[in-house]
């Protein structure tokens, strides 16, 4: 999965694609470079990051979203947003995934996705953005983030979703600190086991940063090193803005990995 960021504040490429023709050459780039998912967002989640408003959020994805259904009609488009408005927006505009970092916290927007045929990405957060890093003690990280993702998939199934439908994320960096991330991601083989698709988004997050010293571009290696966990794994997604390196990365290490079998 791609990413694409229509923000002015985004932690690693806020501002650099803003211009929906930007945003569109960006999404392009990475699927020429073999990303299979494009995920667009207009709402900054980095920690801090201050609401925007749903006619704002709209006007900078809806327009990007779907010039690229019109060029792309065999692309898989993803919305990351936590707003019912906006989602339902990007699905009529023909997206595939709602990715809602909220875990689908705000009214409405299981029933919405359950009436169409997209997929929800339920990601694990606690508090919002401007919050989320005040408090990221767990008596049991894993247990405690596996659990909600658990509670959060029940009542999607229960609002009618499919379960190939409903997709979890463990939230790298949303609420945890280092010690809780690198955690999170050497138990993510154990989250793929709760029967659902699964997606690990670590790229170029704060946590490669604070352990290597390494400046918001140059966080590749890092990123890298933090996918092995999803090496192997069937019906898991990375989320990344470096799709061609991931690529390569993956393919490298599910060969190694076979050749040791």
Same mark, same amino acid.
């Given at each position: 999965?791609?990413? !694409? ?34 995920? !667009? ?34 692309? !898989? ?20 995934? !709602? ?74 960096? +949303? ?12 138990? +993510? ?17 704060? +946590? ?40 390569? +990365? ?12």
């Amino acid at each position: 999965m791609g990413i !694409v960021n229509c923000t002015p504040d985004s932690f690693s490429d806020g501002g650099r694609f803003l211009d929906g023709d930007d945003a569109l050459a960006e999404a392009e780039r990475q699927l020429s470079d073999g990303a299979a998912i494009i995920d !667009v967002g207009g709402e900054s989640t980095r920690p801090g990051a201050a609401r925007v408003a749903d006619d704002e959020e709209q006007r900078r994805v809806i327009p990007v979203l779907s010039e690229l259904r019109r060029r792309h009609p065999e692309a !898989v488009l993803s919305v990351d947003t936590t707003k019912v408005s906006v989602a339902a927006a990007a699905l009529d505009a023909g997206v595939d995934i !709602v990715n809602d970092v909220s875990a689908a916290a705000e009214p409405g927007m299981l029933e919405l996705v359950a009436g169409s045929a997209a997929a929800l990405i339920l990601m694990h957060r606690r508090g919002t953005p401007e919050t989320m890093q005040a408090d990221t003690r767990y008596d049991d990280v894993v247990a405690e983030v596996h659990g909600a993702l658990r509670d959060s998939a029940e009542r999607a199934a229960a609002a009618g979703i499919d379960g190939d439908r409903i997709w979890l994320d463990p939230g790298i960096g +949303f609420g945890k600190d280092d010690a809780g991330n690198l955690a999170l991601m050497a138990a +993510f083989p154990d989250l793929a086991s709760f029967g659902h698709p699964v997606v690990l988004g670590p790229s170029r997050k704060s +946590f490669i940063g604070r352990l290597t010293g390494a400046g918001v571009d140059d966080r590749l290696p890092g990123t890298l090193a933090s996918l092995i966990p999803a090496v192997g794994l069937e019906r898991t997604v990375v989320r990344v803005h470096d799709p061609a390196a991931a690529i390569q +990365f993956l393919d490298i290490a599910r060969r190694l990995v076979g050749a040791a079998a």
